[in-house]
């Protein structure tokens, strides 16, 4: 899509641009706005966590209410849960009409744990990877494809405010995709649950368990299972199927397309099928708010309980051997910080 290329900051030039949060998505959004010639305030909560970084950054930080009374468009960059409150408390009282409210991801306004005044507008813009890629590849001259989508049009102009947003972060620089707030919504939530982080993890723990307890060198089965994974997903990044074939033995093929569908089968399809169910009528949205509400006990067990898999103390050992990996810190980071998202700090 070359012809979004085009598209210019012209609708947010000489406009206040506020960024609320300032963590893996706020951090970046907020660097490439400013190198993008735009004006931008960051709001954070006073003695916040990462306040001193936007500062050491040379932002001016002021409190969420502050920025929020002072932008002409705000972008909600607050973890997904942290949300609701924030727009209760320092946004909808604020934020003066005809602005634009921005968010990466279209979580609360599509499951309605915030309902925007009418008289805003109301736009997504969700970078499809970790807001350290949308950092480096802005300053190597690139960007990440980003989705866009105006669930409200107040002002007449959110559609051009939006594209030009995407193009100040550098999205505009790749792929732009017009989307819903639900399409958005439900494909990310399906995506990281049933492929990216669940689906993937899952998979790679329990084809070393099974090399381990047949009695194969766990530090082999790390290799083979966990370490091994990003060459094959390089070359599906790179170039789909095709690349991967193109790069792998006959051999490796041959097992691919015979033992592949036996592993991930119709059985998992049906899962599938009911993981997306849930995360389309609610249920996720409303267990995972309940359990933020609860204070989070039974999703911290959880990942106390994954972060204990001994596939982790292996891999540990090993990657402290591994020194070409310490250029690619803080990418290899993000994993991490989406997962401190998840528990909504
Ligand atoms: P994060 O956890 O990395 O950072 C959150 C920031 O908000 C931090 O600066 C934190 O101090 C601040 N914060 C926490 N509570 C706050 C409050 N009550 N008021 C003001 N600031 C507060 O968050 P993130 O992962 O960048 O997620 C931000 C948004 O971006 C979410 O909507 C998320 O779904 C979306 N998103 C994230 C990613 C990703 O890769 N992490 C990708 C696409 C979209
Ligand atoms: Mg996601």
Redesign the pocket.
């Known amino acids: 899509m070359n012809k979004h290329q085009a598209f210019s900051l012209h609708e947010l030039e000489g406009r206040r641009i506020g960024v609320?949060?300032?963590?893996?998505?706020?951090?970046a959004h907020a660097l490439n706005l400013r190198d993008s010639g735009l004006q931008v305030t960051v709001?954070?909560?006073p003695g916040?966590?990462?306040?001193a970084r936007?500062v050491a950054d040379g932002f001016h930080v002021a409190t969420?209410a502050e920025v929020a009374g002072t932008s002409d468009l705000l972008a909600?960059?607050?973890?997904?849960m942290?949300?609701p409150?924030?727009y209760a408390d320092?946004i909808a009282p604020h934020l003066h009409t005809g602005s634009t409210l921005l968010?990466?991801?279209g979580?609360?306004v599509h499951f309605a744990a915030i309902a925007p005044r009418r008289d805003l507008d109301v736009v997504l813009v969700?970078?499809?990877?970790?807001?350290a890629l949308v950092r480096r590849e802005f300053e190597r001259g690139a960007g990440v494809p980003c989705l866009f989508a105006v669930h409200q049009d107040a002002s007449g102009h959110a559609r051009d405010r939006v594209l030009a947003y995407a193009a100040g972060i550098g999205g505009a620089r790749t792929q732009l995709i017009e989307t819903s707030f639900r399409e958005e919504t439900e494909t990310?939530l399906f995506g990281e649950q049933a492929v990216l982080c669940g689906g993937a993890t899952e998979l790679v723990k329990q084809g070393f368990e099974t090399l381990v307890e047949a009695g194969y060198q766990p530090e082999v089965a790390y290799y083979e299972c966990m370490h091994e994974l990003k060459l094959i997903v390089d070359l599906l990044y790179e170039g789909g199927l095709a690349q991967m074939h193109r790069y792998i033995s006959e051999t490796a093929q041959y097992g691919d397309l015979t033992r592949g569908p036996r592993i991930v089968n119709g059985e998992t399809r049906q899962r599938m099928r009911e993981v997306l169910a849930e995360i389309r009528d609610g249920r996720f949205a409303r267990e995972w708010v309940a359990e933020y509400a609860a204070g989070n006990s039974s999703y911290k067990a959880l990942k106390q309980k994954d972060l204990a898999h001994p596939i982790e103390q292996v891999g540990a050992g090993l990657r402290a051997q591994m020194s070409w990996l310490r250029a690619g810190e803080e990418v290899s980071r993000?994993p991490a910080?989406?997962q401190?998202?998840a528990a909504?700090?």
């Open positions: 609320l949060g300032y963590g893996s998505q706020g951090r709001g954070l909560r916040g966590a990462t306040s936007a969420p909600v960059l607050a973890p997904d942290a949300q409150q924030l320092a968010f990466a991801h979580f609360n969700a970078p499809k990877g970790p807001g990310d993000e910080s989406a401190k998202r909504g700090g």
